[in-house]
């Protein structure tokens, strides 16, 4: 079935199946971590500050990582990070079982946990090629692991917010720290061809000045990147506001925010699920356009409403936008760059991700506190709209810098010049 031909490598059978339980741990903390700041300080610049926290390392550090990602041992990297991570979510665990209501510990955490993350993407990213028996079965791959990602973030919420409403917050953070067990055990019981670590007499600060001329000499590279960038910092952190949302004006919980938090995961899921079952890349650009807008389009009107259940239909239009625009940019880079270069292109990946998120979180936190929550929301659905509108004035031009390198992958026939304009 070629939804799943991936799973055909057992490596990635492996990784799929560890990460599918570990996912849901991970998610979980994410909504304690949310609600535990919020009760406790009832305030729209903590949720942003925490958001900023937890992603600032991001912005400073992802370049490095590329090229860190480039020199290590990618396997043995990504058995670090989980560890790290599972011991960082029992260090959680002991600051909310305590009953500390001091705020600077959960900020220390989640800036640790934040750094963790930073190495393990551009890693974990780079690895999934190993992980596949063959480079066709790597946009599937990208696309299934997305799908168990947000099978975490459709599951994790709606339990942490079981559990929190019935035993609090710490007990979610010690089941994410049990959960890290699986995809642990999963990496270690792999078996992996010898790869030879890549030496460079180069200076580190050389390499990563080589991987930002690549970039910028791809149309296609650049322009991704910095769409997705834009989004992540005007649309994507409006999951910081959620708390705020749930309670102020949809009059619930954390079980409310837990179902908002669920939609978004649904229709997250389904997109990862729709692009698995892609048999090729051909096309995938002009969805990046379309997903901005998506994204947008959603949370102008969630900022309007204040209906749970149009509520939800909303968080999943924003959950599906927000992961097209993820998970077609990572395919399509993850496809066209080279393989020597690939863990510094993915740092940058990642800092578009993840490097804007906080500076977007600060800034969503400090408006919301000023203008409102939902004013706040639909500023940045607006700036969505406006974002696929500046992108696809570039879209010719990403078309034509991309449709070579799938000529040259087998993945498009070669043509004369007068078919240029095939869809990319």
């Given at each position: 079935?070629?939804?799943?031909?991936?799973?055909?490598?057992?490596?990635?059978?492996?990784?799929?199946?560890?990460?599918?339980?570990?996912?849901?741990?991970?998610?979980?903390?994410?909504?304690?971590?949310?609600?535990?700041?919020?009760?406790?300080?009832?305030?729209?610049?903590?949720?942003?500050?925490?958001?900023?926290?937890?992603?600032?390392?991001?912005?400073?550090?992802?370049?490095?990582?590329?090229?860190?990602?480039?020199?290590?041992?990618?396997?043995?990297?990504?058995?670090?990070?989980?560890?790290?991570?599972?011991?960082?979510?029992?260090?959680?665990?002991?600051?909310?079982?305590?009953?500390?209501?001091?705020?600077?510990?959960?900020?220390?955490?989640?800036?640790?946990?934040?750094?963790?993350?930073?190495?393990?993407?551009?890693?974990?990213?780079?690895?999934?090629?190993?992980?596949?028996?063959?480079?066709?079965?790597?946009?599937?791959?990208?696309?299934?692991?997305?799908?168990?990602?947000?099978?975490?973030?459709?599951?994790?919420?709606?339990?942490?917010?079981?559990?929190?409403?019935?035993?609090?917050?710490?007990?979610?953070?010690?089941?994410?720290?049990?959960?890290?067990?699986?995809?642990?055990?999963?990496?270690?019981?792999?078996?992996?061809?010898?790869?030879?670590?890549?030496?460079?007499?180069?200076?580190?600060?050389?390499?990563?000045?080589?991987?930002?001329?690549?970039?910028?000499?791809?149309?296609?590279?650049?322009?991704?990147?910095?769409?997705?960038?834009?989004?992540?910092?005007?649309?994507?952190?409006?999951?910081?506001?959620?708390?705020?949302?749930?309670?102020?004006?949809?009059?619930?919980?954390?079980?409310?925010?837990?179902?908002?938090?669920?939609?978004?995961?649904?229709?997250?899921?389904?997109?990862?699920?729709?692009?698995?079952?892609?048999?090729?890349?051909?096309?995938?650009?002009?969805?990046?356009?379309?997903?901005?807008?998506?994204?947008?389009?959603?949370?102008?009107?969630?900022?309007?409403?204040?209906?749970?259940?149009?509520?939800?239909?909303?968080?999943?239009?924003?959950?599906?936008?927000?992961?097209?625009?993820?998970?077609?940019?990572?395919?399509?880079?993850?496809?066209?760059?080279?393989?020597?270069?690939?863990?510094?292109?993915?740092?940058?990946?990642?800092l578009s991700v993840?490097?804007?998120?906080?500076?977007?979180?600060l800034i969503g936190?400090?408006?919301?506190?000023?203008?409102?929550?939902?004013?706040?929301?639909?500023?940045?659905?607006?700036?969505?709209?406006?974002?696929?509108?500046?992108?696809?004035?570039?879209?010719?031009?990403v078309r034509n810098?991309?449709?070579?390198?799938?000529?040259?992958?087998?993945?498009?026939?070669?043509?004369?010049?007068?078919?240029?304009?095939?869809?990319?």
């Amino acid at each position: 079935m070629t939804t799943f031909r991936a799973l055909r490598s057992r490596n990635f059978r492996l990784f799929f199946t560890g990460q599918s339980i570990s996912l849901i741990g991970t998610w979980m903390t994410r909504l304690a971590t949310s609600w535990l700041v919020y009760r406790l300080t009832d305030s729209a610049f903590m949720l942003g500050l925490v958001g900023f926290t937890g992603q600032i390392s991001a912005l400073v550090l992802s370049p490095l990582a590329g090229v860190w990602v480039d020199r290590w041992n990618k396997h043995h990297t990504m058995v670090a990070t989980q560890i790290a991570a599972m011991l960082q979510s029992l260090a959680l665990a002991v600051v909310a079982f305590s009953g500390s209501k001091n705020i600077a510990w959960i900020l220390l955490l989640t800036f640790l946990q934040g750094v963790i993350n930073t190495i393990e993407t551009p890693a974990r990213q780079s690895f999934v090629i190993q992980m596949v028996e063959g480079r066709e079965d790597l946009s599937n791959a990208i696309a299934l692991n997305s799908s168990v990602v947000n099978a975490g973030r459709l599951v994790g919420p709606a339990i942490a917010g079981v559990v929190i409403a019935w035993v609090g917050e710490g007990y979610c953070f010690l089941i994410d720290a049990v959960s890290y067990i699986a995809v642990i055990y999963s990496l270690l019981a792999m078996t992996l061809k010898p790869v030879e670590t890549r030496r460079s007499d180069k200076h580190i600060w050389e390499e990563l000045t080589e991987g930002w001329r690549y970039i910028l000499a791809s149309p296609a590279i650049r322009w991704i990147l910095l769409m997705l960038g834009l989004v992540s910092m005007i649309g994507m952190p409006f999951s910081t506001l959620l708390p705020i949302m749930a309670d102020k004006y949809l009059g619930g919980g954390a079980h409310t925010l837990g179902f908002l938090s669920a939609g978004v995961g649904m229709g997250a899921l389904t997109c990862a699920v729709t692009l698995a079952m892609r048999k090729s890349v051909v096309g995938l650009g002009k969805w990046l356009g379309i997903a901005s807008a998506m994204l947008g389009g959603s949370l102008v009107l969630f900022g309007l409403s204040r209906n749970f259940w149009l509520s939800m239909v909303l968080m999943f239009g924003a959950g599906f936008g927000m992961m097209q625009q993820i998970v077609t940019s990572n395919t399509i880079l993850q496809t066209i760059v080279a393989d020597d270069k690939r863990g510094r292109v993915m740092s940058f990946y990642s800092l578009s991700v993840f490097g804007f998120l906080p500076i977007g979180s600060l800034i969503g936190g400090s408006l919301a506190a000023r203008v409102g929550a939902p004013e706040t929301l639909m500023l940045g659905g607006a700036l969505c709209i406006l974002a696929a509108l500046w992108y696809w004035g570039r879209l010719g031009e990403v078309r034509n810098a991309i449709r070579p390198v799938y000529v040259e992958l087998g993945i498009l026939p070669e043509r004369s010049a007068s078919a240029e304009s095939a869809p990319q």
